[in-house]
């Protein structure tokens, strides 16, 4: 197995030069927001922390590529670093504070590219969880200072614990009668949103949860933290990883029920 260790600590060192950046300017009154060709807005703190952590990669890591949200690939090899600079963009411009920097390294291997180091920082909460392929999922304020993640052991869909993003998007697809139907079996549903479900699944907290479309930057870095931690991450389509546009992530004990609500058709 290979020792992830260096590239997990320059990810951390990443996000905290990122952290300081997006605090800075979190909650300004003078923050410039653009709306991108999609319809989802994109705040100068979004460039501006992508663009600390690509000058900081092309100096410590030049031999990888880089895939990031705002400006694209740039480089090609075997590992890629993929950035989310803030991840909740929408909550960071109206000063909510559930938004976190997202940085993964992934490299190729059977399948395409896998995530093998993730990290995810959410500084107006305080928090930031981490993992390396085959060294566990963590949580704490640094490396030395962390507790092991792990996720639960609820075993029926009537105790567990669902949590999602919004409803608009399963209407979109016609999947929102799959999605009513898990809802209405669960124990308790949940509108958390962005990266903080995931992470609630890797600690525990949560049992279960979904979206029905994400971004590869959107999920490389939790996919590792939620697999790690013991748990199950796919697409809704139950393609294993962060490949397939969507994702589904659980305690691996209510996986087969998620996907199997959530693929109903009508």
């Known amino acids: 197995m290979p020792d992830y260790h260096d590239d997990l600590r320059l990810a951390h060192v990443l996000a905290d030069a990122a952290d300081a950046q997006t605090m800075d300017r979190f909650k300004a009154l003078d923050l410039k927001v653009e709306t991108k060709p999609d319809m989802t807005p994109v705040s100068e703190a979004d460039k501006a922390a992508e663009e600390l952590i690509r000058t900081s990669l092309k100096r410590t890591r030049p031999r990888d590529a880089i895939l990031g949200e705002e400006y694209g690939v740039e480089g090609t090899g075997p590992r890629r670093w993929v950035i989310d600079p803030i991840d909740g963009t929408k909550n960071y411009v109206r000063g909510v504070p559930v938004w976190a920097t997202l940085i993964s390294l992934m490299e190729a291997g059977e399948g395409g590219y896998q995530p093998v180091v993730g990290v995810v920082s959410a500084p107006a909460l305080g928090r930031r969880w981490w993992a390396a392929k085959g060294g566990g999922a963590y949580t704490g ?126």
């Open 141 to 266: 304020r640094s490396l030395t200072s962390a507790s092991r993640l792990s996720v639960s052991k609820v075993s029926r869909v009537e105790d567990a614990s669902f949590a999602y993003s919004s409803l608009t998007g399963w209407e979109e697809q016609g999947r929102l009668d799959g999605f009513m139907d898990l809802a209405r079996s669960v124990w308790r549903t949940r509108a958390y949103g962005d990266f903080w479900p995931y992470m609630m699944v890797a600690e525990g907290a949560v049992d279960m949860c979904a979206e029905p479309e994400l971004s590869l930057w959107d999920m490389a870095a939790t996919a590792i933290v939620v697999t790690e931690a013991g748990g199950t991450f796919t697409g809704l389509d139950g393609r294993p990883g962060p490949h397939s546009g969507n994702a589904a992530a659980s305690n691996g004990l209510l996986h087969d029920e998620l996907l199997g609500h959530l693929n109903q058709r009508y």
